[in-house]
């Protein structure tokens, strides 16, 4: 059987990355129009994107293609649609620790539209992420209103998703998962050089929170008791020892964003976001980025990251169960108490070229170097030493993502 990999961690790796693409285009219209601000809810560019992304770290590479396209009718009206594949080898360490190194393909399809009137933006989105062992289906809402004379924008957000978790050779073994998501957001253009938001988000996780592979260890190695741990089901053929999580996770996020047109070349923006949820896990990240235009063809972007965790209450690397077997136990290396640093450049090249096809186009270099140190989950593949005393773990990434976009 092989080891998966958290869905929640290595495809939201994935997602990030999507998610940088957007916020350089947003950085590159900034330093160039901040003078004066662009007033009035407008939808989305007409645009068709394809990307190519490259994840490679700690013995994982996730790397696919990425097809997007975004059509407007009528000014009133903007659909797209979203194509995106994961192709994933692991031979991460839970995977070395557990079982064999394994390859498999996500793909996602996501589609989605904006209706603009007057100074109110709604917009729908549907995504379905498909693997072997994992389907999930998110169906999202938002609402923007602008007001105060276009100075002021508040937008609220509810999405819910149904998940189903599989196993792979456990053919009986099949959990659902439900999430609810909700976020408002306040933005405050300042002056003609600073914009604000603030933002608040809250998650309902419910059902199987846990990975059905992950197995915990014991103070003699990996734990096969003879009695069933209150999370086994040995009827569905998922390992012994696997982990045992509460079936409910509430979180909140609190996030303070600002961007500062230094010149009309250049800008600077600033993030600084809370987390905290019901599993104990707290968590802070700070991040930076610099934008400059260069001439009118170039845009180049610095960014900094940095987060830092606690663990969860549950959390362990090495249990003993040998006087008492806990409600709830974990060892996954997300759940531990750790600290991440990212830095990464972007380079941005238009071509200013009219056709009959588009307006103008674009070609994006996006590199992101990130560090992760996990100050109690220990490499268990140094087996030359007693289980407990081992170094503990940490890992290298390089993410990269290439893209064209053309602007109809």
Not at 26 to 54: K, M, N, W
């Amino acid at each position: 059987m092989k080891q998966r990999e958290e869905q929640r961690v290595v495809p939201g790796v994935v997602v990030a990355v999507t998610k940088l693409r957007i916020t350089l285009f947003f950085a590159a219209a900034f330093t160039v129009i901040y003078s004066p601000f662009c007033l009035g809810a407008i939808l989305p560019e007409q645009r068709a994107d394809i990307l190519y992304h490259a994840y490679d770290g700690g013995g994982v590479t996730i790397d696919g293609p990425s097809v997007l396209v975004r059509k407007n009718f009528n000014e009133k009206i903007s659909v797209y649609g979203n194509y995106y594949v994961d192709m994933v080898t692991s031979a991460s360490i839970d995977v070395l620790t557990m079982a064999s190194e394994y390859t498999e393909e996500r793909t996602e399809y996501s589609l989605g539209a904006d209706y603009l009137n007057d100074r109110t933006i709604m917009s729908l989105s549907f995504t379905n992420s498909s693997e072997n062992d994992y389907e999930a289906d998110t169906l999202g809402f938002s609402v923007s209103q602008e007001f105060f004379g276009d100075l002021s924008t508040i937008t609220m957000g509810f999405s819910m998703g149904d998940d189903t978790v599989k196993a792979t050779g456990a053919d009986g073994f099949e959990e659902a998962t439900e999430r609810k998501r909700f976020n408002i957001a306040y933005t405050q253009i300042l002056s003609k050089r600073l914009l604000t938001s603030l933002t608040y988000e809250s998650v309902i996780d419910e059902g199987f929170l846990r990975n059905p592979y992950r197995q915990i260890r014991d103070a003699s190695g990996f734990i096969t008791p003879g009695a069933a741990l209150p999370c086994e089901d040995n009827d569905s053929g998922v390992s012994v020892g696997s982990e045992c999580y509460p079936e409910t996770r509430n979180s909140e996020a609190f996030a303070l964003r600002g961007i500062y047109a230094i010149t009309p070349q250049s800008s600077i923006r600033a993030e600084y976001r809370l987390y905290d949820d019901s599993w104990g896990v707290q968590g802070s990240n700070v991040e930076l980025r610099y934008a400059q235009q260069i001439g009118s063809r170039w845009l180049i972007e610095f960014r900094y990251r940095q987060y830092q965790q606690n663990e969860a209450d549950f959390y362990g690397d090495l249990f003993d169960f040998s006087m008492e077997i806990p409600e709830f136990y974990a060892r996954d290396k997300e759940l531990s108490d750790y600290s991440a640093q990212q830095f990464g450049i972007g380079v941005t090249y238009t071509f200013k070229s009219r056709n009959a096809f588009f307006n103008n186009s674009t070609l994006n270099f996006q590199w992101d170097q990130m560090t992760f140190d996990y100050n109690n989950f220990l490499d268990a593949t140094v087996t030359t030493v007693t289980p407990g005393t081992e170094p503990s773990y940490s890992l290298d990434a390089d993410v990269i993502r290439i893209f064209y976009s053309a602007f109809f």
